[in-house]
């Protein structure tokens, strides 16, 4: 088979934030790679959703979206004297560059205001972890021009709150919930789906973004890919939160970009919304991605590897690839969520080639899995001092320059299937070889999730195709 | 366990006496030294399992990472306690012996009984004779705490520094009538697996 047709140069990714936690922005990058083609992903499935956005500067189309979607939302219950908190999540930021989120958020201030005339809306920014990241963010994206000085970082070792919740008292943080009313500002990139397998991806920042570290502790540590979601759940149906919540909004997703804004009043009819969409469109790209044979993978991008996009496809859809974790016929033996999840370790990769990610996050399994060729000395320094992978360098080897390293990983891998994990949405940065792979996978793959798996995964959550149609 | 292989080191002229390090760190290796008004942070190097969180919260750029020319091993062996102890402690946790409790230092469910069995009677203690809680933090607060708790009952965490929360509820915790409002979530089914899965343990263990 030949890729006539789909030899388009590299997309370029977006730019890589200075961080703290990261090395510098790195000037090589995957894209510079030679000999690497980008692959669109209508291309492999002509159906994906369309976006409205696809990561420009210009995001006037998620300002309409959002102003639009909120115009039938009801923000009656926001007086002009109270307070509210408009809560983000640090990921939202690593989708498309981050400015579709930062300008959902401004527009919901925006609207909030105008429609309600009060003028206390605050921006609670919740990082993953580092103390510096909140304020990282807030400099990146001037979300403090964008809320008028009104914002606010947290992070899960900040204050917490109790909360009642159906499985007792749970803590969230006091900086989310200390204002009149919150709303709930979220994104249905699918993400992790092997530890929360589409359920109820809705309040899953309830039980996390929003949480204290101890009732993060409580999913990672005791429950399992399903059984987890209860967590969040909990904390969203206390009587708490529902007391607080004024409204929800989310950027819907496909692999292309960014498809619209989506607001509600009631948190389970935007669930279930999100959860069709998650399901419809990423399913044949998930199914496609468990059908890769072998590869070499470079993750090059500003948020932890797991995180990274290729095609809007975060780089641990392939890492755990092993398994069609939408399929909820699948058991997960009430194994906790690190057990659970090691059944679908990805075979398909052959090497990894590490150019820029952030640090913090443990992903020593990585070295242990594959051959991990660190691309530049910078990127080697943060692994050597990061405190949650003190054994990652024992097993990681370090190249000169990025082109050595995935030589090597070619070398090493014995396959030239090469796929960037560079933050892009749209389109994947692959190889030749590699997007011949792809485009001879695509087809049955469509039929499969068209035929078979869609109406299922659909089912098993209550979700009538017909109406999603 | 953890490979300890850097040390942090305070830099008293840009130190500025903030008490944020010492809020943040695990072991209780930093101390702020002197009058409230004039105290420095002050670091017990033996005490540093390297999590560099008093790096990450400092604003002042006063504190250093140093190499350190032989790296230590900060670890409690099982085989150091009754075997016997070791299993009911676990059990009385409610944690399975081999699950692991901190991903980035590698430490087991049992190597904290252990470390508890051993002395160990608050975090800092736990921290620092295991190497938990000096990385992510996403798994270890619960675990530490049930394993703590379940051998020296409610902790005094008043000498503590960092704060923390008594949430400890694991899967079996979840009563049957919020199990079974959420269908979707399998949480009985899952239940009934531990059940069976702690059964088929303690058979195997009795067999032995």
């Known amino acids: ?469 | 366990m953890k490979n300890v292989k850097q040390v942090i080191e305070i830099v008293d002229e840009n130190c500025t006496g903030c008490y944020r390090c010492e809020r943040a760190c695990p072991t209780g290796a930093i101390a702020m030294v002197g009058a409230r008004k004039e105290a420095l942070a002050v670091v017990t190097p033996r005490a540093c399992i390297a999590c560099f969180r008093c790096i990450d919260v400092c604003d002042d750029d006063a504190i250093d990472i140093a190499e350190l020319d032989e790296p230590h091993m900060v670890r409690t062996s099982t085989k150091t306690v009754d075997p016997q102890a070791l299993t009911e402690l676990c059990e009385k946790a409610g944690l399975p012996p081999n699950q692991v409790a901190c991903l980035c230092s590698s430490t087991k469910v049992k190597e904290l009984a252990a470390a508890v069995l051993s002395g160990a009677s608050t975090f800092e203690e736990l921290a620092l004779a295991t190497g938990a809680a000096s990385g992510c933090l996403l798994y270890c607060s619960v675990p530490m705490r049930r394993v703590l708790v379940a051998h020296v009952g409610e902790i005094d965490d008043k000498s503590s520094h960092v704060r923390r929360y008594d949430t400890d509820k694991v899967l079996l915790d979840i009563p049957e009538d919020a199990a079974d409002a959420y269908p979707l979530f399998a949480l009985r089914q899952e239940q009934d697996a531990v059940r069976r899965r702690h059964e088929a343990r303690k058979a195997r263990e009795a067999a032995l």
């Open chain 1, 1 to 469: 088979m030949t890729i006539t047709g789909s030899i388009h140069p590299p997309v370029e990714p977006p730019e890589v934030m200075l961080t703290a936690y990261g090395p510098a922005p790195q000037t090589a990058r995957g894209r510079d790679i030679p000999g690497l083609v980008s692959l669109p992903v209508h291309e492999l499935f002509p159906d994906i959703p369309r976006a409205i956005y696809h990561g420009a500067a210009d995001t006037d189309p998620v300002r309409a979206a959002a102003i639009r979607v909120l115009s039938s939302v009801d923000m009656s219950m926001i007086k002009p004297t109270d307070t509210v908190n408009v809560l983000c999540s640090e990921h939202g930021f690593g989708m498309l560059g981050g400015h579709a989120y930062a300008q959902m958020l401004e527009t919901i201030k925006d609207e909030i205001e105008r429609r309600t005339g009060c003028l206390k809306v605050r921006l609670v920014v919740i990082a993953w972890l580092g103390a510096k990241e909140p304020g990282e963010l807030i400099e990146y994206y001037e979300l403090d021009r964008r809320f008028d000085g009104k914002v606010r970082g947290a992070t899960p070792m900040d204050q917490g709150i109790p909360i009642e919740t159906a499985m007792g008292t749970l803590y969230g943080l006091r900086k989310v919930y200390d204002g009149d009313w919150i709303v709930h500002a979220h994104y249905d990139d699918p993400r992790e789906i092997y530890v929360h397998r589409a359920i109820d991806r809705i309040t899953k920042p309830f039980g996390m973004s929003y949480a204290r570290m101890e009732t993060r502790s409580l999913f990672h540590i005791t429950m399992g890919p399903r059984s987890g979601n209860f967590i969040g759940r909990a904390i969203a149906d206390s009587e708490f939160v529902r007391s607080k919540l004024a409204f929800s909004t989310t950027l819907v997703t496909s692999p292309d970009g960014i498809l619209a804004v989506d607001a509600d009043n009631d948190l389970n009819a935007i669930g279930t919304r999100m959860t069709a969409n998650i399901l419809s469109s990423y399913g044949k790209m998930l199914t496609l991605f468990r059908r890769i044979t072998d590869c070499v993978a470079v993750i090059d991008g500003g948020k932890w590897p797991y995180y990274v996009h290729a095609g809007g496809m975060i780089f641990g859809h392939l890492f755990y690839n092993g398994v069609d974790w939408f399929d909820l016929d699948r058991d997960d033996e009430g194994k906790p969520v690190e057990r659970a999840i090691a059944v679908g370790l990805s075979k398909s990769i052959k090497a990894v080639v590490l150019n820029q990610a952030l640090i913090g996050l443990n992903f020593t399994s990585l070295t242990v899995l594959y051959p991990t060729i660190i691309a530049n000395e910078q990127m080697a320094a943060m692994m050597r001092h990061d405190f949650s992978n003190p054994s990652f360098m024992d097993r990681a080897d370090v190249a000169a320059n990025l082109f050595e390293a995935v030589e090597t990983a070619v070398e090493r891998g014995g396959t030239d299937k090469i796929i960037v994990f560079d933050g892009s949405y749209g389109s994947l940065n692959v190889s030749p070889t590699m997007a011949e792979h792809l485009l001879e996978l695509a087809p049955e793959c469509a039929r499969e999730v068209d035929d078979e798996l869609l109406p299922k995964w659909l089912k098993q959550r209550g979700i009538d195709p017909p109406a999603l149609r």
